[in-house]
Nanobody, 122 residues
């Protein structure tokens, strides 16, 4: 079974930086889209950034120019470099991946991992 494990969260002051990492593990043939969602207390989970095979990226407007998503297909990993962090970036960050498992012809979303907490103090 394919799993996602996020890491890299923490507590940082406003204006600081963090780098999140996520590894997809299991019997993976290939990965299509990967990305990051976040969920703040009392709010719905929102898509923060997305990257597809080939490198095209999309960002929610609130993080454009501050966050950069990247991926390493050899390691089945996706990263989120977060700069100029703001208190409103505080949330649990979850990665996602559309994975084609070994033996399958379909891409399916991997179940959510445990997420990683990002807290930005003012």
């Amino acid at each position: 079974q394919v799993q996602l494990v996020e890491s890299g969260g923490g507590l940082v002051q406003a204006g600081g930086s963090l780098r999140l990492s996520c590894e997809a593990s299991g019997r993976i043939f290939s990965i299509n889209a990967m990305g990051w969602y976040r969920q703040a207390p009392g709010k719905q989970r929102e898509l923060v950034a997305r990257i597809v095979r080939g490198g095209n990226t999309n960002y929610v407007d609130s993080v454009k120019g501050r966050f950069t998503i990247s991926r390493d297909d050899a390691k089945n990993m996706v990263y989120l470099q977060m700069n100029s962090l703001k208190p409103e970036d505080t949330a649990v960050y979850y990665c996602y991946a559309d994975v084609r498992p070994v033996g399958s012809i379909y891409y399916t979303p991997v179940p959510w991992g445990q997420g990683t907490q990002v807290t930005v103090s003012s």
